[in-house]
């Protein structure tokens, strides 16, 4: 049978000698291949505020909802593909310290905007600081590309015009090219608006 986080926290209570040891602010269990984290914690554990599973096997958050009470979370290097499953901490608003780093979804370069809109008051993620500064940079990088995004789009659809036109022999050099020329210019100065507030920003 595939070791759980709840037949580990199990175990622990029917030795009674490990149980006298026991700490009820957290639980630390890396590098146990735990798999999965159970649907029947011992309630005894389920006030915890702090817990590390860093290096195990997990693929899912499933269970993480019985600790309502965390403020710190180490999942580090497990198996875990879907950022989403971070949904599943019920009360987002008190977690400080999270990492997550050496998980699938980390591959996507966005997980740290993403995460950062989960956890509101992060105070740490995967050990660095979070700062007001971060804050505002990731705001202005989903501000940035709400605008930019259909610039791009709108050159994307003259280039696809223009290649369409020249696959029917009827390419028009003159006029076609002179269609990349219709951008927006409230948009580009939305971009530069932008650009100039992070320069202020950064300084």
Do not use: W
């Not at 600790?67 to 879907?82: C, G, K, Q, V």
């Not at 269609?179 to 320069?199: D, G």
């Amino acid at each position: 049978m595939d070791p759980t986080l709840e037949s580990e926290l199990k175990k622990l209570l029917e030795n009674k000698n490990k149980a006298k040891d026991i700490k009820l602010d957290k639980l630390s269990f890396l590098s146990k291949n735990i798999q999965s984290i159970g649907n029947q914690i011992p309630l005894l554990f389920c006030n915890i505020t702090r817990l590390y599973l860093s290096n195990n096997n997990l693929t899912t958050l499933e269970g993480i909802d019985q600790f309502a009470n965390l403020t710190h979370l180490s999942i580090s290097y497990n198996l875990i593909e879907d950022i989403y499953e971070l949904n599943r901490i019920i009360n987002p608003e008190i977690l400080l310290f999270l990492n997550v780093k050496g998980n699938f979804f980390c591959k996507n370069p966005s997980y740290v905007e993403v995460i950062l809109n989960l956890f509101l008051n992060l105070k740490s993620l995967d050990d660095l600081k979070i700062n007001n500064n971060h804050k505002k940079q990731i705001k202005y990088g989903q501000d940035l590309s709400k605008i930019i995004m259909p610039f791009l789009l709108d050159i994307q659809e003259k280039i696809e015009k223009i290649s369409n036109l020249y696959n029917d022999s009827q390419f028009n050099n003159e006029y076609d090219l002179s269609e990349l020329n219709n951008i927006n210019e409230a948009t580009l100065s939305k971009i530069l608006a932008l650009t100039n507030e992070k320069k202020t920003l950064n300084n």
